[in-house]
């Protein structure tokens, strides 16, 4: 069935509830990549085995992830009448008394982490649950989640990620009707430039800016792109945006080619993610289903569709201009700009192009359902709504947070995270992969938003916060990083080609004791060689790794060089 | 691959966007490598010369030129990994398997052993960094991994200790 106006949406809607409210209990395992890894579909499938067996009246999902990845495996439990409860470190063998107890109308207490009474969906849904199990700690006193605010992750963990009726439940596609049928482009691009919204792929470029120049550019043909490259190593928060709520990510790009006029959408991702890719197709053809992707959409007479295009495991590919030769089938070797991709003769086959990141697409259904100037009250000055971050390596807490701009390091690392990790005290961050900086702890009360993490030397990146404790060595940290670059250099311009091989050579005999003071010198001189005059993002951002570490952590340097 | 199952892997890129690396993705995919016959009948049936789809195999670390064994180890060597230890874990299973890791010619990290049982690969980011270090045989991921737990997981694989 097509869905042509309102009406149809709020048909669609009223199934949707039905599943996840299904009048009966519904257990819903947590199967995003990580859920998977430590045995998530061991415990989904010993659970279907009992309720088949016994043809018990229990609905079996599955979900994406909530984001706490170091409690994995997550199954939550729906009980008529009574709050969602979500279960954590559950494996197979808990299945039998998972399933006893709920025919009992209850949870398995000792596997509870926490209850949620009703959660809001942001996007015009709140699901009231119920109440009961008093002795289950509600969610919003959990330590991990209380800081946290969910506006994209909004729905991670607690829809059917396979399912677009579910999707379409907590309020899915009705910002896309509401773009499409009820305003023109120039008022969708006015509200997305005045909420504020900045690139989430890493420099924050105005968002409603970018759409406005692609929109101004007369050409037959538009492209609109979503980066999916997600390059940065320690990131994966645009794999489980994709993986546990694919259709918000849809609904962004229909409402952008919209108001951009573009016919034809790609995502470009990564190759190693092939979970995304397979939720992404079904969403998709999902989507197609229902006439949300395709002809004539809404009854408008909008045409628009979106193809999947996948990388192949190079770094560089991130970057605008080459992520558009890969997509063409070239190798992928940036040039200077302009042309920039929205140019005509600079985007995908020379038409104008608008390229944006997957969370950057995820921002904009709240934008329009919810309005910019609610958008606009979301995190700082010039640093507006939510980012979410991996917060991973030596912490204790690992998992996917979500926070307004502008939330402190310490905030992150030591509140939600708790600290270090077996009791090892923090040293550092390094946020921003391998265009980022380490960030010490004592400079742990910035803000993290764009401005403040320049200066303290690092960058936002994309949003991987990688935890460093009192073991770890800042100088491999940073010969770690030079190698890495060196690798993916495409080796189209010398300063990032020869010059990285160079300053890898001296981190090398640095961390041999070989070094001399003067080799400290050169590498710094070098660094700021290669910033200042490589071709593109890649090398003009590599160095920052060695320039932090000389800047904080010059002393572990010291010390292994000969005077 | 012969070259119906090619045609049928063509069919599904009509367009262009995307089209080369996802055809010749699906051929690594499927074969585990990209057979130099297979990229000579692809050239003449796209009609793109050769020596672009040999740049294409060459550029990118997905793809692979050389045959691999029968299962495919591959470490993630990402930030998260690499705090975490991963440097020990490919130490570890080069020890396991008695290779020697070093980048070949054209820069990639692949080495298969001796009796074509195992190949041992690097990445860069499974996306699993919560888990860290992660890696990944034949398409399974498995977190946390120490030296210690590295003999059961490669059991799974038929893998067995030899004295030496
Ligand atoms: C070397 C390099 C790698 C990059 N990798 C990514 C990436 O993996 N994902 C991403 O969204 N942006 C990446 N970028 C940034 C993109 O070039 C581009 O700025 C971004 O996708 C624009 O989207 P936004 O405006 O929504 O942030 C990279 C840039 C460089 C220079
Ligand atoms: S750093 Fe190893 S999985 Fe991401």
Redesign the interface.
């Known amino acids: 069935m097509k869905i042509k106006s309102v009406t149809d949406l709020v048909a669609k809607k009223k199934v949707g509830l039905q599943k996840i409210l299904p009048g009966k209990p519904r257990i819903a395992v947590g199967l995003a990549?990580?859920g998977?890894?430590?045995g998530g579909d061991r415990v989904y499938e010993r659970l279907k085995e009992i309720i088949d067996k016994d043809r018990l009246d229990i609905t079996l999902t599955k979900v994406g992830c909530i984001g706490y990845?170091?409690e994995?495996p997550l199954v939550n439990i729906t009980i008529p009448g009574k709050p969602l409860v979500i279960l954590h470190k559950v494996d197979e063998s808990d299945a039998e008394e998972i399933i006893r107890s709920v025919q009992n109308g209850g949870v398995p207490y000792d596997r509870a982490l926490c209850q949620v009474p009703a959660w809001d969906h942001v996007t015009g849904c709140v699901m009231d649950y119920g109440k009961g199990f008093d002795r289950i700690p509600l969610y919003d006193n959990i330590p991990f989640f209380q800081h946290q605010k969910k506006v994209i992750l909004r729905d991670a963990g607690l829809i059917n990620p396979e399912d677009i009726d579910e999707y379409i439940a907590i309020g899915g596609y009705f910002s896309a009707i509401k773009a499409l049928t009820g305003m023109d482009p120039d008022s969708i691009i006015e509200e997305v430039e005045k909420s504020g919204l900045r690139g989430r792929g890493g420099a924050g470029f105005p968002t409603g800016l970018k759409w406005r120049i692609t929109r101004d550019v007369k050409a037959d043909k538009k492209y609109i792109i979503c980066n999916a490259d997600?390059?940065?190593?320690?990131?994966?928060m645009n794999?489980?945006e994709m993986e546990s709520d694919p259709h918000m990510l849809i609904e962004g790009m229909i409402i952008g080619a919209f108001a951009m006029g573009a016919a034809?959408g790609?995502i470009?991702i990564r190759?190693?993610?092939?979970l995304a890719i397979k939720r992404l197709t079904l969403a998709i053809e999902q989507a197609r289903e229902y006439g949300l992707l395709g002809k004539d959409i809404f009854s408008t007479g909008f045409l628009f569709d979106i193809?999947?295009?996948?990388?192949?495991?190079?770094?560089v590919c991130g970057e605008s201009t080459a992520l558009v030769a890969?997509?063409?089938?070239?190798?992928?070797r940036p040039h200077p700009r302009p042309p920039r991709l929205t140019d005509i003769g600079g985007g995908?086959?020379g038409y104008p192009t608008d390229l944006n990141n997957v969370e950057t697409w995820c921002n904009i259904p709240v934008i329009i359902s919810n309005g910019s100037g609610w958008y606009a009250t979301i995190g700082a000055r010039g640093n507006t709504g939510t980012k979410v971050f991996?917060l991973?390596?030596?912490v204790d807490r690992?998992?996917l947070v979500e926070v307004p701009l502008g939330t402190t390091l310490s905030t992150i690392v030591s509140d939600i995270g708790n600290g270090g990790a077996n009791n090892r005290k923090v040293k550092a961050v390094?946020t921003g992969?391998p265009s980022g900086g380490c960030i010490p702890f004592r400079l742990f009360d910035t803000p993290v938003d764009f401005e403040s993490l320049n200066k303290a030397g690092s960058i936002m990146g994309s949003g991987?916060i990688?935890v460093?404790d009192e073991d770890?060595d800042m100088v491999d940290?940073a010969r770690?990083?030079i190698n890495?670059a060196t690798?993916e250099s495409?080796g189209k311009c010398v300063p990032c080609r020869e010059g990285l091989k160079h300053a890898l050579l001296l981190l090398n005999r640095i961390m041999a004791k070989k070094g001399t003071k003067q080799d400290l010198e050169t590498l710094a001189l070098l660094s700021d060689t290669i910033v200042a005059t490589s071709l593109c993002g890649l090398g003009q951002t590599a160095p920052n790794p060695v320039l932090t570490t000389l800047a904080y952590f010059r002393d572990e340097y010291d010390a292994l060089v000969k005077p | 691959m012969d070259e119906k199952t090619l045609d049928i892997i063509i069919s599904r890129y009509e367009a262009p966007a995307g089209r080369l690396l996802g055809i010749m993705g699906e051929i690594q995919n499927q074969e585990g490598y990209i057979p130099r016959e297979t990229l000579e009948i692809l050239s003449v049936k796209l009609e793109v010369p050769l020596s672009q789809l040999y740049g294409l195999a060459t550029f990118y670390s997905f793809f692979s030129l050389k045959p691999v064994g029968d299962h495919v180890i591959t470490v993630c060597m990402g930030t998260a990994c690499h705090v975490k230890g991963a440097v020990k874990i490919l130490k570890a299973l080069e020890e396991m398997l008695g290779i020697k890791s070093e980048a070949s010619e054209d820069g990639k990290f692949s080495i298969t052993t001796e009796d074509k049982k195992f190949t041992l690969e690097i990445a860069r980011c499974f996306g699993a960094c919560s888990m860290a270090p992660v890696l990944r045989v034949d398409g399974n991921l498995y977190g946390y991994a120490t030296p210690e737990n590295l003999p059961g997981i490669l059991a799974e694989y038929g893998w067995e200790r030899h004295e030496n």
């Open positions: 990549t990580c998977i890894a430590v990845c170091k994995e997600e390059g940065d190593p320690g990131a994966y794999r489980n034809e790609l470009y190759a190693e993610y092939p193809r999947i295009a996948t990388g192949a495991g190079a770094f890969s997509i063409e089938g070239r190798t992928g995908l086959f991996s991973v390596g030596k690992v998992g390094q992969g991987g990688v460093m770890t940290i770690y990083f890495f690798g495409c």
